[in-house]
């Protein structure tokens, strides 16, 4: 099959399109380091695993309705800081409770 020859006008779209896409991977290498730093703060916190800690941040956005980066955003802020908005606060402290850990690591046995 003969190859038809590509318009200039069809390289330019192209190349925009590859620039869009190129700027969208970058975002999410961003967005991905973010919730990356704030899971490893809600493990330190909470002393649990990063799989936990994925979750409690997973559920904190669910239940505060605020975007996954955007809450990742505000813990880190909180690390740097010690201010975050009350409600989120709350909602972090109860979903700490719930899927920390029932003894802190290397404690003696409780009872």
């Known amino acids: 099959m003969a190859r038809v020859p590509r318009e200039p006008d069809d390289e330019t779209d192209r190349i925009l399109s590859l620039e869009a896409e190129i700027a969208q991977m970058k975002e999410a290498i961003a967005s991905h380091a973010v919730v990356d730093q704030a899971i490893g703060v809600v493990v330190a916190l909470g002393r649990m695993s990063p799989d ?48 920390g850990p029932l003894q802190i690591p290397g404690a003696p046995p409780l009872g």
């Open 52 to 99: 936990e800690g994925w979750i409690v941040l997973r559920e904190l956005s669910q239940h505060t309705n605020i975007k996954l980066r955007n809450v990742s955003d505000l813990i880190l802020v909180w690390g740097r800081s010690g201010e975050m908005p009350e409600e989120i606060c709350a909602e972090l402290e109860d979903l700490l409770d719930r899927h």
